[in-house]
């Protein structure tokens, strides 16, 4: 992230269990220190962090940190490993995108007596915690498991913009220039990829423009699939998009109307419209498109938000070129914007038995004091002078009916005074609304108002809550949910994989042997039983 206002397994044998069990057993020894596993960036160590040591101070704490990276795939290994060895900290400071704890997994350590109940904690030591769970109770559901106890804290997040994470970013020097406007239909949409692939709009006399990438990251198949089917949120570590109709949960993917959203997807793929290396690439190679030496390439986007596919502040200010295309209409009228729910599943902060009561206490008041307003300013972003600065007379806050509360500032990246993305646990709609944003949008320190207004053109879109299926509301039965994992991530691997092959020709989708053999490989993956087990959390809510 450029700025601070960008808010966007190993399995244990029955051995290793048993020995897990026995650990729980095993009173904690105090040290004096609180021995603390948390990801540690580049930019300096958790350690040497001012923000740390502030804290520290202020709450009597001595840190001592086990550290991992913020590449998930090591990050989350290693806090595995550490469980799983019984080799595991007094307490865990976790990063939802990075090494999150699942449900799955607080249930199992949580039974297993690793992690310890926080409710009784919350109660007695957290007054501000407890006001928020009051203020949002669907954050306070989230958090509690059927067994009634509070074994994480997950994270609260209302920014706006993130709601809408499937936009399509239109660069508007081409169609300016092409005498064209924004697209509000499919077929607009094929009409302006056409002009940006063969009318020549950067002006080189090649036909080097790239209409509409994206990347793996952030499918590009969710903007496009809207105007057919509703596209659920997607991502590698994402379920696969499930729907309600009429009460029942149902896989997206094997509908009559998915399978026309791949026709229409892989038309603008075999014209060359489409970079089909969207299913495959990084944010990076994404970005290393975007910002291509010389001559600008890239003609739109799917992505959360532009700076992800062009840097801030472009000497050629092409930055500044890309604007939101609201969802486009599909053949019979279909118009949805995929919607994130600000409930955040994945438990960050989690305290072990290997705590002392006292030790609990202080981290408890710690993750109190990230869920105010001045707490998460400061362990979020950033000292103020430094990362922020108060409102004052005379400044408008993003949204102008509230009053400002504090103005942003241009955050340095080699800065190690936050504990950043490690320190977001709380982030209302009217905190962050309140910040103060210039009014020009396309200067990097008004890129919250850009991101704003961007939102306001999907929020008509959002999908009724009928067809949402709350994920985030449901907690895994303790007897199956290694099952439910295991087909999750089977049949969300094979439907990304097969839309992909869709798309680019490998498989044809206008084959309905093709297709049928899709969708007998998804029942031969369990996807009737999957669908199952998913209707049964979800009738028991």
Known sequence: MKHSMIRGAIAATAIVATSLALTAC?????????????????????????????VEEKFGIDFDWQTTTYDGSVAG????????????????????????????????????????????????????????????????????????????????????????????????????????EQPTTTEELR????????????????QDEVPLSGSATQPIINYLMNAFSYAPVAGPSSPPPLVMDNGDVKLAATSDEWRAGLEYINSLAAEGLLDTAAFTQNGEALKALGDNAGTELLGSAVDLHPYDFVTADSPDGRDKNYDAVAPVAGPDGTQLATWRSP?????????T???????????????DYLVTDDGDKRGAMGPEGEAWVPAV???????????????????DETSNAAWRSMAQYWDSLEYRNSQVVPEDVYSPDGYERRLLIASQAYDPYKPDESILFPSEKLWPNEDTSADLADLQT?????????QAEFVTGQRDINDDAAWQAYLDDLSGLGVEQYLQMQQDLYDAL
């Open 191 to 206: 009409t302006v990829l056409r002009a940006f692939k063969n009318d020549d709009p950067n002006g080189n006399g090649a």
């Open 77 to 180: 290994e290693k806090r595995q490993v550490s469980l799983a060895s019984g080799d595991y900290p007094d307490a865990y400071f976790l990063v939802p995108w990075v090494d999150a704890f699942s449900r799955s997994e607080l249930l199992k350590y949580g039974k297993q007596g690793v992690l310890v109940p926080l409710e009784d904690l919350i109660d007695e030591y957290a007054p501000t915690l407890k006001e928020r769970f009051e203020e949002k109770p669907d954050w306070k559901e989230s958090v509690t498991a059927p067994d009634g106890h509070i074994y994480a804290i997950t994270q609260w997040s209302e920014c706006y913009h993130c709601s809408f994470p499937s936009k399509l970013w239109m660069n508007t020097s081409w169609l300016k220039k092409l005498g064209l």
């Open 353 to 367: 038995n290997k705590s002392t009561e006292e030790e609990r206490i202080k981290a408890i008041k710690l993750i």
């Open 393 to 411: 007379d005379g400044d408008v806050a993003l949204d102008p009916e509230l009053d400002p509360t504090f103005k942003p500032l241009t955050y």
């Open 26 to 54: 095993t009173p904690p020894a105090d040290n004096g220190q609180l021995v603390a596993f948390g990801p540690q960036g580049d930019n300096g160590t958790l350690k040497d962090n001012s923000f740390t040591k502030e």
């Open 490 to 498: 089977n049949i969300a691997n094979y439907v990304t994989q097969a």
């Open 343 to 351: 409930v955040n599943p994945l438990g960050m902060f989690a305290l």
